[in-house]
């Protein structure tokens, strides 16, 4: 079974989710410690990743289309 770029994309939104609550979970009392900001560094770059795994999905579906 192959997994396809819409896929991946949900996996690194999923993730990027989690980073994020567990960034918010880890904020005591100012969110300007290592550990939050390096949660909200990862979970930027995990939603990043996933856009562009929707824009890879969404022009293999229009080359497929056309």
Do not use: P
Request: proline share 0%.
């Amino acid at each position: 079974m192959r997994i396809t770029a819409r896929t991946m994309a949900l996996i690194y939104f999923a993730m990027g989710i989690l980073f994020i609550y567990a960034a918010i979970q880890s904020a005591d009392e100012t969110i300007w410690n290592f550990i939050t900001i390096l949660l909200a560094l990862i979970a930027t770059l995990d939603f990043g990743a996933g856009i562009r795994y929707l824009r890879l999905h969404y022009k293999i579906k229009k080359i497929k289309k056309g």
